[in-house]
């Protein structure tokens, strides 16, 4: 994966000067502090990030925590104060006028939380938008906004005012007009925050399902934990203008970096972020069919376990046998392939947790992950499944996943 | 102490001495000015003195009817027919011509400079004190000036009429452009629109029923001159009012002065109208 966008030490402040706050901000004087003595705004400072192409890249953060003001630095709405951010390598903020325009019409395109529409024109003219600014003949224009309006589901629209629209049909419109100009770098500045929560969780997923289809480089704005782990590859979290941690969703959960961060996680439905491979322990006390009842024994005896995994010899797992089974086989003469029984439940490393759980319940033995040949990657326990639903026992998790 | 110390600070003496050396230097330019507006306003007039009475009454009904509704333009053409039995048919109809030009004009000039002050902070500055001195300055003082440098008669009381009906159209515009939809604007940049794509596309249409509530003001304040400007000449239903004012005649200066009024209901509703049309499809859809 090649780096698309790098932000670096950008800060942004707001006011007449704003160059000369800087090294008071630097010295670590609060926000408050500064606005009182000097009139200017911190929005945001010394943020660094990189951002892959194709990865969905969210920035998380409470109102004011600057994270509005950082994603309108990437498209120059707001001149960065200082800092570079380099696009496919090029650093844009000292872009020119026509550059920039070349930029925006290209490259870069934006959703808006309030959707930003042109009230006076049409569903159709307001998605060809920015295309007509290119200079794009009518027939051209009118042809892929028709097809953009069809991909987020408002064909018949058409000839439609926005206000005749409905929240989410308009920020779907919101969406197909910023597709329409086919960016390589989609911004969303909280998008479904106005919506109301049953409309939002379906443009989520519809966003999920775009994103598999046209795999842009989407930067994402959320005051949401649980939208944010849910669509985002990757999140920062922003508090007081400042980037406090950036990582995929269980990197955050599992090791917050702040106690900032673990405040704004802790309500949040761990089971539906993490994941089997999140929580399993590295498989013990299995057996090999080819060795037999003795050593299965051995095994369960070493392990202090009532039953052992039985794999064949490229580690895919074949069945289950407990000391009972193996007791009585080795009295009745029997092999460890008669007494096992071949009813283990197994489970794919990328299931979640809230999947699990029934298996856990239901199950008596542990439950196997295994990837798609059958080839075993972990085993959970039900003191797993339950651990990882409660974030202060993170430590002891770890410990017991290097077993 | 009670009495105010005999200085005097000759503020009004600049000011005449600046109108007559404008007044003998920029001659050509007046001229220019004049030919231009007089024949603007002479064209209009012969051309509305020569549709027939009952044609501009339909036409009348029918602007009513289209911008308001039936009730409203039946109700415009009554107005209109009353005129003609007032017998000030030709007065109306220069009245009209005179209104139309003064605020076509206003536009012409009002429109930019409201952009202008909309996108510069200096210039809106500048302006606002002007502003408030066109419109509460008592308009007989520019009457006076305004006659130095053209003859008697429509078009200093065009000019003294744009001098008092510009400030609401420039104002409105501003305030329009200024009210746009903060993500609206942001929208239209992150597009990569030019200046000129973003004021033509986007902020005009965006302020364009605020621009169109600040024709409605300018359009009636033009009206409201109607009489004013028949001191320094002007022809018309003012005319006929300033007459009926010298010969004590209260018949006429009624009929001549609820012709007026017919006449600022009918401008005022079509406008009105015109502007509630354009807001429809842009209600709260920012």
């Not at chain 1, 069809?150 to 439609?160: A, D, R, S």
Request: proline share 4%; with cysteine; net charge neutral.
């Amino acid at each position: 994966m090649t780096v698309k966008l790098k932000v670096e030490n950008v800060s942004k402040i707001f006011g007449p000067r704003p160059k000369k706050v800087i090294p008071m901000v630097e010295k670590g004087v609060p926000k408050d502090e500064i606005l009182a003595k000097t009139g200017h705004t911190v929005g945001v400072y010394n943020a660094s990030m990189e951002i892959m192409e194709g990865e969905t890249f969210v920035i998380m953060g409470l109102s004011g925590s600057g994270k509005s003001t950082l994603i309108r630095c990437l498209n120059l709405l707001n001149k960065p104060t200082s800092g570079a951010i380099y696009v496919d390598g090029e650093n844009v903020v000292g872009y020119n006028k026509n550059q920039l325009k070349y930029f925006r019409q290209k490259k870069i395109a934006m959703v808006f939380q309030h959707f930003g529409l042109f009230s006076h024109r049409t569903v159709l003219e307001n998605i060809e938008y920015g295309l007509e600014i290119r200079g794009m003949s009518k027939a051209e224009r009118r042809e892929i906004a028709g097809k953009h309006l069809e991909t987020v589901g408002l064909k018949g629209y058409e000839n439609q005012y926005p206000d005749e629209l409905s929240g989410g049909m308009r920020q779907r419109v919101g969406i197909a007009r910023a597709l329409a100009n086919d960016p390589d770098i989609l911004l969303m500045d909280e998008p479904f925050s106005a919506l109301d929560p049953l409309i939002r969780r379906e443009m989520q997923l519809e966003l999920l399902d775009i994103q598999n289809k046209l795999q842009k480089t989407i930067i994402f704005i959320t005051h949401d934990v649980n939208e944010a782990f849910k669509i985002g590859d990757r999140v920062a979290v922003m508090k007081d203008g400042k980037v406090e941690q950036v990582g995929t969703p269980e990197e955050i959960l599992e090791k917050p970096a702040s106690n900032y961060i673990s405040e704004f996680i802790r309500d949040i439905d761990r089971s539906k972020i993490l994941q089997a491979e999140h929580i399993m322990s590295k498989p013990y006390g299995l057996v090999s069919l080819k060795d037999g009842l003795n050593v299965a024994i051995q095994v369960m005896r070493e392990n202090g376990i009532s039953s052992a995994f039985v794999t064949d010899r490229k580690r895919q797992i074949q069945g289950i046998v407990t000391v009972d089974q193996a007791i009585n086989g080795l009295k009745e003469k029997k092999t460890l392939q008669e007494v096992m029984s071949t009813e283990v439940k197994t489970v794919r490393p990328d299931e979640y947790v809230q999947d699990i759980i029934p298996f856990v319940l239901d199950s008596k033995y542990p439950i196997v992950v295994t990837d798609e040949d059958r080839t075993i990657k972990g085993i959970i326990l039900r003191v797993h499944v339950l651990a990882s639903l409660i974030s202060e026992s993170t430590d002891e998790q770890n410990e017991t996943q290097k077993l | 102490m009670t009495e105010f110390p005999n200085v005097r600070i000759p503020i009004g003496d600049v000011v005449e001495n600046f109108i007559d050396f404008l007044a003998m230097n920029f001659d050509a330019f007046f001229d220019f000015i004049f030919v231009i507006s007089s024949s603007m306003i002479k064209g209009l007039e012969a051309g509305l003195l020569a549709i027939p009475w009952w044609i501009f009454i339909i036409i009348i009904f029918l602007l009513g009817w289209y911008f308001t509704n039936l009730y409203g333009g039946l109700l415009f053409g009554a107005f209109i027919f009353l005129i003609g039995t007032f017998d000030l048919w030709p007065e109306t109809m220069t009245t009209i011509s005179i209104v139309l030009i003064s605020v076509i004009l206003s536009l012409v000039i009002g429109i930019p400079l409201g952009v202008g002050t909309a996108f510069s902070k200096t210039l809106s500055t500048v302006m606002r004190p002007v502003l408030d001195a066109m419109q509460t300055m008592p308009s007989f003082v520019y009457l006076i000036p305004v006659i130095f440098f053209f003859p008697l008669g429509n078009v200093p009381a065009v000019i003294a009429t744009i001098i008092y009906a510009l400030p609401p159209v420039i104002r409105l515009t501003e305030l329009g452009i200024r009210n746009v939809d903060k993500e609206v604007v942001e929208s239209a940049q992150s597009f990569g629109s030019s200046t000129s794509q973003m004021l033509m596309k986007v902020q005009l249409p965006q302020a364009l029923p605020t621009i169109m509530a600040g024709v409605n003001q300018t359009t009636m304040m033009a009206l409201s001159m109607a009489v004013v400007g028949s001191m320094v000449g002007a022809q018309g239903l003012g005319e006929r009012v300033l007459y009926a004012i010298n010969r004590i005649d209260i018949s006429l200066g009624f009929e001549a002065g609820i012709s007026i009024v017919f006449l600022a209901i009918i401008i005022d509703r079509i406008t009105g109208g015109i502007a509630n049309r354009l807001q429809k499809h842009r209600r709260d859809a920012a």
